[in-house]
């Protein structure tokens, strides 16, 4: 990607004139030959529809322009193979710097100019990482509002990859792709590892021990942000249990395990595919009891409880204890709130009461429940509570936990 730096005033020498395109001029179809020899600089004050990149650098360099400036929303859009075709300096900035250069040429009493350098390289922790793709799927689920959505974040933008023989990549036998396609690798990788570590754990295990271990900062220890139209602090919507966490991973301390015969119930019965009403009352449950990684409870109005049941893993004699964070709007309480394993005791349940105190139309709120050991072992289970009032309110309520370790 040509991403270059750029710097911009009113000099001779190597600076060039800045051509404006702004608001609807904004477009591939309005750049002509004005722009030869010339930097393009074009300005939108609204994040949608984002400009056509590649188009309108293309059409800048058909009509003999030397480079574009573009303000960009997010990164994800840029990190493609296809930007990297092109013959001319492309510069994304941010808005806040758009509005910069737009107020230095509107106000600038000579011909504005601009100069484009080379490519710098900066390696460290100055960019933010990881971060949420603009293009990721995000939650709730609209068909199983009680089961978290997604389970969990892996890298996915940007990543080399083997590519076909076909004339699309030009013979190339690598390309840069981004996309689920690229992070569904990434996880299956991990299980692959954690199984070869673990060989007696089930699929349910495996994926427990990935979510409970996920994190939710990033290599500078703030919040994982989400990219989108608008960037913001991303959420069990965007990420799940968090980012996945290989490491950590190997050592979750606490796995929620389910068999074969739970998935069963649940796709049957609580799921709504059984067959002639073959689901005894017994056996149809709450779906809140699935034992997942995660606990989501829709249309909670005024109390609600989950169990949930945990296999330590780890050191046979350890002490858990609960540390809560309820999420606003929403009282939290955990029975027991200690759990004491050993070598004849693996394997214990716990039950989580959720009563809310807000009544409002409908809002998601986040916290956390976690268990820890007093060392290197946090559970972390993330909450998100939608809050709806009772029907003489005219709403529902709701709350949603994924459990994440630390």
Not at 133 to 155: E, H, M, N, Q, T
Not at 270 to 275: A, D, E, K, P, S
Not at 340 to 349: E, I, L, M, N
């Amino acid at each position: 990607m040509n991403a270059q730096s750029f710097v911009f005033q009113q000099n001779a020498g190597h600076f060039r004139e800045i051509q404006l395109y702004s608001g609807d001029t904004c477009d591939v179809n309005q750049i002509d030959s004005e722009v030869k020899g010339k930097i393009v600089f074009c300005f939108q004050s609204t994040f949608n529809p984002a400009p056509d990149y590649y188009g309108i650098s293309r059409k800048v360099s058909a009509n003999g322009g030397k480079g574009v400036i573009l303000p960009q929303h997010d990164t994800d859009i840029l990190l493609s193979d296809i930007l990297l075709t092109l013959d001319i300096p492309f510069v994304p900035v941010d808005y806040e710097i758009a509005y910069r250069i737009l107020k230095y040429i509107t106000e600038n009493d000579g011909i504005p100019k601009a100069k484009i350098s080379l490519t710098r390289t900066t390696i460290g922790g100055a960019i933010s990482a990881p971060k949420v793709a603009a293009f990721s799927s995000r939650g709730p689920s609209s068909i199983y509002p009680g089961v978290l959505k997604p389970d969990i974040a892996a890298p996915g933008v940007s990543i080399l990859a083997a590519a076909p023989n076909t004339a699309l990549y030009g013979g190339l036998r690598y390309h840069f792709d981004s996309g689920t396609s690229m992070s569904c690798p990434h996880v299956t990788g991990i299980v692959v590892l954690l199984k070869s570590l673990h060989p007696e754990w089930s699929p349910a295990a495996l994926k427990s021990a990935i979510m409970t271990t996920a994190l939710t900062i990033d290599n500078n220890g703030m919040p994982i942000q989400a990219n989108g139209n608008v960037p913001k602090m991303a959420d069990p919507f965007d990420y799940g249990a968090g980012f996945v966490n290989p490491t950590k991973a190997a050592d979750p301390g606490l796995v929620y395990d389910i068999s074969a015969s739970d998935y069963h119930k649940f796709f049957n019965c609580v799921g709504g595919f059984g067959r002639d009403d073959n689901c005894t009352t017994a056996a149809k449950g709450s779906l809140a009891d699935l034992n997942l990684p995660s606990i989501a409870i829709p249309n909670l109005r005024t109390i609600q409880t989950a169990v949930r049941t945990v296999t330590n893993v780890g050191q046979a004699d350890a002490v858990y204890k609960a540390s809560l964070q309820p999420p606003a709007g929403v009282e939290m309480s955990v029975e027991p709130p200690v759990l004491v394993f050993s070598s004849k005791k693996r394997v214990q349940s716990f039950k989580v009461t959720f009563k809310a105190t807000r009544k409002v139309q409908g809002d998601y709120t986040f916290g956390s429940l976690a268990w820890h050991d007093g060392g290197s072992h946090w559970i972390y289970l993330s909450i998100d509570s939608f809050l709806v009032a009772p029907p003489n309110h005219h709403g529902r309520n709701g709350v949603k936990i994924d459990s994440r370790h630390q």
